[in-house]
Structures are given as structure tokens and as C-alpha cells.
């Protein structure tokens, strides 16, 4: 009896351990196909870059238009007639990859810059030697300039120049160069060389420097910079906690470089989606201390940029780097000279800059239709619109929540001078008009024609020639 109990008991026994040793064989070849496939595959959305993940170096782009003009045609054409060989390099393939506009399209090349100017000048293009001794030659034609370098290895640098060595290795030249996703070259047909393993890294939004941080900086302080513009311009993210302390470490370094060089470099963040998060971080760190005078937090840029971008709609109203530029630092006209030097700033930008930092007119949320239509006159709607923006932010850092009215009469504000836009208000009369009332020439006329403006800007700028010739004749009388 005990003994058939047993066999009863061991059948069931038996299946079940067979069983859960199967299903356990399962999930284990399960899981062992998932982690190969994690290897090859980028961790982001299917679609989000071009490429070929079948597990082998590299990966293909498909030939854009770009890629085929006849510009573009003119020039491989040129530069590989004596079988040299030619790609597309560094950020027209990153674009390429990440589906964005193409806008600078950049050439490597084998042949020596004296061999290709002779090359490009025999094609009948135009070849200016922009960097010729670092191997950079600009190539004209219809118009249209192409960035050609030759294959180059740095011997020599200073954190702003180079001395270099050309070279045939297409490795080489690629080690010379900041990120590992500006590493990668293409061929006329799409084939992308990837020594770096950029594309894995462009394909995970993760920055990292060829090779040690500390080194490439060393050899290009603007990198530091390069460094958060990326960040900002790409959305990539930081692996490298090491990477990004040395960026911090050496920012020092900044103070080495160019106006010209750091002002690209700082518009371009400020012209960015994720401007905001980079400027906090650059002015937490100490970083934008180091390049930007009378810096200020960035808790006024970040209002502005909500106006720029979702507050409301007008033709008018758009995101503008020198705007929030001036959301960004506190100071009078002297100070911005020094920033205007800083940044080497143009004549232009500097008096649109002083207009909206140290400005001579109190735009403010209260005020009358009428003194709005007199600062049009006097300041131009560009300005006007530059200051309603900038108070108004200003307003919403100090005040715990906008009224509605205040809101509303800001709106109202921006839709005047939206309206003005090239066509801001003209003040009627001339100095014949004074002529013709029979006053001598001088100084007199100047005084009559200011006596009738002030009363014309009381009245909003609204008098026609008519109603100011009348008060001009009051006048006189």
C-alpha cells in the first residue's frame, strides 16, 4: 500500500520538476537574446537616427539632396580627380543622422591644400585658402561655400592655435577632434565611418570627449564652451561626471580665448530649446561669470523666454538671443561697453543692447495708449516691444502672480506696437512748413517744430498736417 502511495506521489513530482526546469531554460534563452539585441541597439525610440544597427561598424545615411547638388558634384569631382579620397565630415552627417537641416556642408580630404586649390581652380571653382596652413581651404561656386579640410594630425598647441601635420588616416584625423559624435565621415554614397563610437553615443544623447577631457581642452579651450552649446542645441545628457568636472575645472581657461569665438559660441546657447537649463547650470558653476560681465541670475531669462515662446502670438514677438542677452545682465550704458568688447559685439547690437538695459523710457504696464504711441515715435517699435518683454518679466520674478489686469494691459501694450511695425508714427510737419509762415531761416524753426512735436506726442501722435500746421500757427501768433 505505502509502496503504490509513493509511485502515486513520484509521477506528479517528477512532471513538475521536468517542467520548471523547462520554463527556467526558457526565460534564460529569453534573456540572453534580450541582452544581445540591448547591445546593438540604441536606447532610444525606432526611427530616431538613421542608421543600419545590424551589429557591424559604422552605418549608412541615405543620399540626401544635399548631398548630390550639383555644387556639391562640382567639388568631389574636383577634389578626387587623382583618386584622392573625399567625405563629408564632422556636423553635416551628425545632422544627417539626427534628420536635421543641413545649412554647412564640410569636406575632409587626402590631397595637400596646395593640391587642392591647384584641383578646385582647374574645375573652374574658386579657391580661397582660409586656413591654409591648418589645412582649411573654401571652395566658391554658384554661390555657395564648402569648407574643405585636409586629413591633419595636431603636433603642436596652445588651448587656441595648432600646429599640424597632414596625414592620409582618415583615424587619425578623426582623434584630433573634440566629441566623439563630430568624429564621423561619410562617403558620396552614405556610408558612415564611425572610429569613436559616435554613433552609439549619438544615438544614446550622451556627449563624450575623444579620448581624456582634461587633454582636449587643453588643446582648444572653446571646447568648454562646445561643451554646453551641445548639451544645449542637441539635448544631449552627461555620462561622465569626470568629463563634466573638468569642464568646470578649466573654465578659467576661457578667459584666453577670442571675443569673436566665445560670442558664436554663447548665441548660439541662447538661440537654443534648452537655454534655460544651460544657463542655470553654466551660472551655477561659474562658468558664465567667467565670460559674460555684470552676469545676473537667470531667474529674468526664464520669464522672458516663456513670453517669447508661449505666452501669446504675435508676428513681432519671437525668440531673440540679444533679448535674452539683455535678460541676463544688470548694468548701465558704461557696462555695456564692456560686454559690447566682451563679446565683440556690432555697432548695431550694441545700441539695441544699451536700448533695452540702460534704457531713456519707462515702459510700464499702466501706462497710456497715448505715451505708448509717443515712445513708438521716439524709440521705434522694435525697442518698445524689446522693453514691454523684458519689464514684464522683470514684473513676474518680483510678484508672486500677475494680476489679470496687469496681464492683459501687458497684451495690449505688445499688440500696439506689434501693429507699428514698420510703419511707426511720423510726425507731420517740416521745416518749410515753418518757412512758408513767413519765419526767417535759423534757430527759430527748429524751436517752433520741437513746440508743436511735444504737443503732437501729448496727443498720441494722433494730429494730422492739417491739426499741427493749426497749433503751429497758434504758435506764432
Given amino acids: 500500500m505505502i509502496e503504490e502511495i509513493l509511485n502515486y506521489i513520484e509521477g506528479p513530482v517528477r512532471w513538475t520538476v521536468t517542467t520548471l526546469a523547462l520554463i527556467v531554460f526558457l526565460l534564460l534563452v529569453a534573456r540572453r537574446k534580450s541582452s544581445r539585441r540591448k547591445l546593438f541597439e540604441p536606447a532610444i525610440k525606432p526611427g530616431d537616427i538613421i542608421v543600419n544597427w545590424d551589429g557591424r561598424p559604422g552605418g549608412q545615411i541615405p543620399v540626401e539632396p544635399w548631398m548630390e547638388s550639383p555644387e556639391v558634384t562640382a567639388v568631389l569631382a574636383a577634389i578626387t580627380k587623382n583618386g584622392k579620397e573625399a567625405r563629408f565630415i564632422g556636423g553635416c552627417v551628425r545632422d544627417a543622422m539626427l534628420r536635421k537641416p543641413n545649412t554647412d556642408i564640410d569636406l575632409a580630404t587626402q590631397e595637400t591644400p596646395d593640391q587642392v586649390v591647384r584641383l578646385l581652380e582647374e574645375a573652374g571653382i574658386k579657391a580661397v585658402p582660409t586656413g591654409i596652413e591648418h589645412g582649411t581651404v573654401m571652395a566658391v561656386i554658384n554661390g555657395q561655400s564648402f569648407e574643405i579640410t585636409t586629413l591633419r594630425k595636431d603636433i ?14 582618415w583615424k587619425q584625423d578623426a582623434a584630433r577632434r573634440d566629441f566623439t559624435f563630430n568624429t564621423l565621415s561619410a ?17 544614446n ?3 563624450r570627449f575623444v579620448g581624456r577631457a582634461p587633454e582636449r581642452i587643453e588643446e582648444d579651450h572653446l571646447r568648454i564652451l562646445r561643451y554646453f552649446r551641445f548639451i544645449a542645441t542637441l539635448g544631449m545628457r552627461v555620462e561622465s561626471k569626470r568629463e563634466f568636472q573638468a569642464c568646470i575645472d578649466q573654465a578659467g581657461l576661457l578667459r584666453e580665448l577670442s571675443a569673436e569665438r566665445i560670442r558664436a559660441e554663447l548665441f548660439k546657447i541662447l538661440s537654443s530649446n534648452m537655454l534655460l537649463d544651460i544657463m542655470s547650470l553654466m551660472y551655477q558653476q561659474g562658468v558664465l561669470q567667467i565670460i559674460l560681465p555684470y552676469v545676473i541670475s537667470p531667474d529674468k531669462l526664464r520669464q522672458v523666454h516663456w513670453l517669447e515662446t508661449r505666452a501669446m502670438n504675435f508676428a513681432s514677438v519671437k525668440p531673440d538671443p540679444l533679448r535674452r542677452l539683455a535678460a541676463l545682465v544688470d548694468t548701465d550704458e558704461s557696462g555695456v561697453l564692456e560686454i559690447a568688447a566682451a563679446l565683440r559685439l556690432s555697432k548695431a547690437e550694441q545700441k539695441r543692447l544699451t536700448a533695452m538695459v540702460a534704457p531713456t523710457v519707462d515702459i510700464r504696464w499702466d501706462m497710456s495708449d497715448e505715451d505708448v504711441q509717443a515712445a513708438l515715435y521716439t524709440h521705434g517699435a522694435t525697442t518698445v516691444i524689446d522693453l514691454i518683454l523684458l519689464n514684464w518679466a522683470a514684473m513676474q520674478v518680483d510678484a508672486i502672480d500677475t494680476l489679470a489686469e496687469e496681464k492683459n494691459r501687458w497684451l495690449h501694450l505688445v499688440e500696439i506696437a506689434d501693429a507699428q511695425i514698420g510703419q511707426e508714427p511720423t510726425f507731420p510737419l517740416k521745416g518749410q512748413d515753418v518757412l512758408d509762415l513767413g519765419i526767417d531761416p535759423g534757430p527759430e524753426i527748429s524751436r517752433l517744430l520741437e513746440q ?5 506726442l501729448d496727443g498720441g501722435c494722433e494730429a494730422n498736417h492739417a491739426a499741427c500746421l493749426a497749433e503751429l500757427k497758434s504758435i506764432i501768433q
Avoid at 562617403?187 to 544615438?203: K, S
Wanted: aromatic content about 16%.
Fill in 156 to 169: 603642436k598647441t596652445d588651448g587656441r592655435h595648432a600646429v599640424v601635420e597632414f596625414t592620409l588616416d
Fill in 187 to 203: 562617403t558620396p554614397d552614405g556610408m558612415v565611418y564611425d572610429y569613436f563610437n559616435g554613433i552609439q553615443d549619438l544615438a
Fill in 205 to 207: 544623447r550622451v556627449i
Fill in 452 to 456: 508743436v512735436e511735444a504737443w503732437w
